[in-house]
């Protein structure tokens, strides 16, 4: 029987010592020896298409045209949208486009600007 502690994320027995981190084959999840949050579990927040951390008031730019659904306006690419709030959800960014109104957007579409 294996000393190794269970999979946090999914409670998997078949984890496995990597160095200086426990790793689950079943799940992926990482985690470090020493039980204090690694930089992938500190940084639990919503992140943009580039990897940067957003917070609420932040200005991101749009990196990819996007249909507006019920509409035939669409986002452009590079469009600036300032002052979002960030939501729980799937389209994780409450904000407001200049010419096309309140909307929600994926934070994977956008970038910090």
Known sequence: MSDLPNCPACASEFTYDDG???VCPECGNEWSKSGEPSDAEAGSGIRDAN???LADGDTVTVIKDLKVKGSSS???VGTKV???RL???DHDIDCKVDGIG???LKSIFVKKA
Do not use: A
């Open 20 to 22: 200086i981190q426990y």
């Open 51 to 53: 990897g940067n951390m």
């Open 82 to 84: 300032k002052n979002i």
């Open 87 to 89: 939501v729980d959800g």
């Open 102 to 104: 309140p909307m929600k």
């Open 74 to 76: 669409v986002v452009k």
